[in-house]
């Protein structure tokens, strides 16, 4: 038998090392300790006390963060999968990690200076701080440019004021990252690492959401607010830069969470149907709910790979951004502008999480559209699994990019830029 050179080309495995498979069951055990706790907070619309104390315990408030900065230092896709088992638990829980995370960590640990680093993060990991990500406004959303809080340049601080909304772990969080167009000009905006412990910050918490039910969003107002210029993130008029690569993590997250959500709808579908028996014949073999069930399946098992292959990109990007050595705290931005290898790395991660999120998060809505169908009336009470997953994934069609505004995205990108609808 020969043996081809491109034989490999064949192989695409995920195996799992020992110490990954210890780690996740670590997060389905602390996942299964919780589930009752969630499931109150949920009808009670109230934070989950436990998250943070029982997953810091086994480190996932610092699962992808170095360890040189108290984390675990594990792989993107390590981290993508402890959020699929964490999503199986509901849109809420995994929400909260991906504010932390995805979109509060992750920026300063590719983005901050060595000192900034070192101050923030290691409470991060900790439990003792927790993130948030501030970036919408009420008149900009889908096109953070047209954002309206500003800054001023004083001598040895900033000073910000304007008001952010639906700002992820917004009414507990001790540190965030907000973005601010500087005062008289339409296009340079910047990106500041924020202590909310200041007299100069007021936030309310933003009731009567349809879903998302034990996430704590708020609004942030900035009255005047003083910020030590230590605290500017990346170079001043980069903020944007900084706060689309925060999507690309904060959509892979989005899109791993409804692999678990897809998973819980299917577990739950298949016990219910086998148990429900309507004109004499369980549900099981009903045709038309077999028909649901194996749509739940293949749309599950598309979004892993999406998933999955995102995720194999986003973690090239991130070794290569590893090797590199800082240069006053502008190496990123000098291999954005020159180094190809860099931004094709990074347009390509751009892509495919764009596409992992709106497919994922699109089929997410489908399947637990169907979960609630198969349910029938007890799929309409949300005490049933099914019904706050149904509640939560309509809102994942809308944050870290609205649907509408991916499916150009993703068109503009293959079309070219003088095509662009957006």
Same mark, same amino acid.
Not at 106 to 125: C, R, Y
Not at 215 to 238: C, M, P, T
Not at 296 to 313: C, F, G, N, Q, R
């Given at each position: 038998m020969?043996?081809?050179h491109?034989?490999?080309?064949s192989?695409?495995?995920?195996?799992?090392s020992?110490d990954?498979?210890?780690?996740?069951?670590?997060?389905d055990?602390?996942?299964?300790?919780?589930r009752?706790?969630e499931?109150k907070s949920?009808?009670?619309e109230?934070?989950?006390?436990k998250?943070?104390?029982?997953?810091?315990?086994?480190?996932m408030?610092g699962?992808?963060?170095s360890?040189?900065?108290?984390?675990? #230092?594990y792989? =993107?896709?390590?981290y993508? &999968?402890?959020l699929e088992r964490? @999503?199986e638990e509901?849109s809420?829980m995994? /929400?909260f990690?991906s504010?932390?995370?995805?979109?509060?960590?992750?920026?300063?640990?590719?983005?901050?200076?060595?000192?900034q680093?070192?101050?923030?993060?290691?409470?991060t990991?900790? #439990?003792?701080d =927790?993130?948030?990500?501030? &970036?919408t406004?009420?008149?900009? @959303?889908?096109?953070?440019?047209?954002i309206e /809080?500003?800054?001023?340049?004083?001598?040895?601080?900033?000073?910000?004021?304007?008001k952010?909304?639906w700002?992820?772990?917004?009414t507990f969080?001790?540190?965030i990252t907000t973005y601010a167009k500087?005062k008289g000009?339409?296009?340079?905006i910047?990106a500041?690492i924020?202590?909310?412990?200041?007299?100069s910050?007021?936030?309310k918490?933003?009731?009567n959401?349809v879903g998302?039910?034990?996430v704590k969003?708020?609004?942030i107002e900035?009255n005047n607010?003083?910020?030590?210029?230590?605290?500017?993130?990346g170079?001043s008029g980069?903020?944007l830069s900084i706060a689309?690569s925060a999507?690309i993590d904060?959509?892979?997250s989005v899109?791993?969470g409804?692999i678990?959500?897809?998973?819980?709808?299917?577990?739950?579908?298949?016990?219910y149907s086998?148990s429900r028996s309507?004109?004499g014949?369980?549900l099981?073999?009903?045709?038309?709910?077999?028909?649901?069930i194996s749509?739940?399946?293949v749309?599950?098992e598309?979004?892993?790979w999406?998933v999955?292959?995102a995720?194999?990109i986003?973690q090239?990007?991130?070794?290569y951004?590893?090797t590199?050595?800082?240069?006053d705290?502008r190496?990123i931005f000098?291999?954005?502008?020159?180094?190809k290898q860099?931004?094709?790395?990074?347009?390509?991660?751009?892509r495919l999480?764009a596409?992992a999120?709106?497919?994922a998060?699109n089929a997410s809505?489908d399947?637990t559209n169907?979960?609630v169908q198969?349910?029938g009336?007890?799929?309409?009470k949300k005490?049933?699994?099914?019904?706050?997953?149904?509640?939560?994934?309509?809102a994942?069609t809308?944050y870290?990019g609205?649907?509408?505004?991916?499916?150009?995205?993703?068109?503009?990108e293959?079309l070219g830029?003088?095509?662009s609808?957006?």
């Amino acid at each position: 038998m020969k043996n081809y050179h491109f034989s490999n080309l064949s192989i695409m495995k995920f195996d799992l090392s020992k110490d990954q498979k210890v780690f996740l069951q670590k997060i389905d055990g602390i996942c299964k300790l919780l589930r009752e706790d969630e499931e109150k907070s949920y009808l009670n619309e109230s934070l989950n006390e436990k998250v943070i104390p029982f997953f810091n315990k086994i480190g996932m408030l610092g699962c992808p963060i170095s360890t040189e900065y108290g984390g675990l #230092g594990y792989d =993107i896709l390590t981290y993508l &999968l402890a959020l699929e088992r964490i @999503g199986e638990e509901g849109s809420s829980m995994r /929400t909260f990690f991906s504010c932390h995370t995805s979109i509060g960590q992750m920026i300063l640990q590719n983005w901050g200076s060595d000192e900034q680093k070192k101050k923030f993060l290691p409470n991060t990991t900790k #439990g003792i701080d =927790i993130m948030g990500f501030a &970036l919408t406004e009420p008149n900009a @959303g889908s096109d953070p440019s047209l954002i309206e /809080t500003t800054f001023e340049e004083s001598r040895d601080h900033f000073i910000i004021s304007g008001k952010k909304h639906w700002v992820g772990n917004g009414t507990f969080a001790n540190t965030i990252t907000t973005y601010a167009k500087e005062k008289g000009s339409d296009k340079k905006i910047s990106a500041f690492i924020i202590d909310m412990n200041s007299s100069s910050i007021k936030k309310k918490e933003i009731k009567n959401k349809v879903g998302l039910l034990t996430v704590k969003n708020a609004i942030i107002e900035f009255n005047n607010y003083k910020i030590s210029k230590e605290n500017l993130l990346g170079l001043s008029g980069s903020g944007l830069s900084i706060a689309f690569s925060a999507l690309i993590d904060g959509r892979l997250s989005v899109a791993a969470g409804a692999i678990g959500v897809m998973r819980d709808c299917l577990n739950e579908t298949i016990r219910y149907s086998k148990s429900r028996s309507q004109h004499g014949t369980v549900l099981a073999k009903k045709q038309l709910v077999q028909q649901h069930i194996s749509k739940i399946i293949v749309a599950l098992e598309s979004t892993k790979w999406l998933v999955y292959k995102a995720a194999t990109i986003r973690q090239q990007l991130q070794i290569y951004l590893d090797t590199l050595k800082y240069e006053d705290n502008r190496w990123i931005f000098k291999i954005n502008r020159k180094n190809k290898q860099y931004s094709d790395l990074r347009n390509e991660c751009d892509r495919l999480s764009a596409i992992a999120k709106y497919y994922a998060t699109n089929a997410s809505v489908d399947v637990t559209n169907r979960s609630v169908q198969i349910f029938g009336s007890e799929g309409y009470k949300k005490t049933s699994r099914v019904a706050r997953h149904f509640l939560d994934s309509r809102a994942t069609t809308i944050y870290e990019g609205a649907n509408e505004v991916l499916e150009l995205k993703i068109a503009c990108e293959i079309l070219g830029s003088e095509y662009s609808a957006y």
